[in-house]
């Protein structure tokens, strides 16, 4: 189980995260859809302390760590429990595909190299790129260097995976074949936190959608009620804008 409480972020006198309190269940998917601006980025890199939060408190599994006291061995644990896959792929240019899903459980999970790099090849046969291990990122699409980064995930076979809009660094034709992965993940039960604006993702595998706005949780419950009938005005107001939009073609 992984649960934040009163999970408080400012950037100077803006208060982006204002007081987030959440419960994921073990294999539960959650979707964070919301206005830009509002936190959702932030949320996720407050979860692993890639941005420190203010306040509050971030539980994973037998693990907590407090904002105002975590020590850096305990930074160093939650980041072994929580996975981060990011929108600009984030892969080391001077590394193979290979050497890019090895590189975290060599450095954080201290694995032998050869143990690394066998998990590695095992992790890009599942991916779908297997003869692509001794490719360096330039020399793949975008849809297949995020696989990478989602399979760099996997290999930390952490307690959650942070998806931190993933889809939207894609040209169009890329963005299935990485979505695909993602509801590969959730089909296996893989505890998942999702920012994305993927509308039709967040509906059709969603446990649980959560509208942000102004860096709080406004509105939160299963997709067929979110999407049929929010209760808020500010989610009604977000999605009949973002599914009109979408329903053009825009991104």
Partial sequence: MIELKGLTKRFGDSTVLDGIDLIIERGEIIVVIGPSGTGKSTLLRCVNFLERPEAGQVTVGDLTVEATQARKQE??????????VFQNYALFANKTALENIAEGLIVINSWPKPRAHRRAREILARIGLADKADAYPASLSGGQQQRVGIGRAMAAQAE??????????????WVEEVLGLMKQLADERQTMLVVTHEMGFARDVADRVIFMDGGRIVEQGPPAEVFSAPRDERTRNFLRKVLAGQALGEP
């Fill in 75 to 84: 930074i160093l644990e939650l980041r072994r429990r929580t996975a981060f």
């Fill in 160 to 173: 959650v995976i942070l998806f931190d809009e993933p889809t939207s660094s894609l040209d169009p034709e």
